[in-house]
């Protein structure tokens, strides 16, 4: 199991930029795939970007392509999302989730969790 800590959320303006943290317990993260979910009010949890266990492959959600870079430094152990030209929809709690396999973009493939960080993007 691999406990998860998020960082980095906050209020931003349209158009405005902020890079999520992710610091994870497990000495051995090289082995795990990596990801960031996201949560708005009264929507499913939902994949925004994934990373292979040495960062090799990457994959995004359409809507943050362009956008949003997933990035990972295993030897300290964290996963960052560096969010850039953010929108008001981009806003929602956001989750690192961990798994050992690679190829999965549903909440329900990914067996551990941060608590989550919000983001609040204001037009």
């Known amino acids: 199991q691999v406990q998860l800590v998020e960082s980095g959320g906050g209020l931003v303006q349209a158009g405005g930029s902020l890079r999520l943290s992710c610091a994870a317990s497990?000495?051995?993260?090289?082995?795990?795939?990596m990801a960031w979910f996201r949560q708005a009010p009264g929507k499913e949890r939902e994949f925004v970007a994934a990373?292979?266990?040495?960062?090799?492959?990457?994959n995004y959600r359409d809507s943050v392509k362009g956008r949003f870079t997933i990035s990972r430094d295993n030897a300290m152990n964290t996963l960052y999302l560096q969010m850039n030209s953010l929108k008001p929809e981009d806003t929602a709690v956001y989750y690192c989730?961990?798994?050992?396999?690679?190829?999965?973009?549903?909440?329900?493939?990914?067996?551990?969790w941060g608590q989550g960080t919000q983001v609040t993007v204001s037009s």
């Open positions: 497990k000495p051995t993260l090289n082995r795990y795939t």
């Open positions: 989730a961990a798994r050992t396999h690679w190829g999965a973009y549903t909440a329900s493939a990914y067996d551990d």
């Open positions: 990373i292979s266990a040495l960062g090799l492959s990457t």
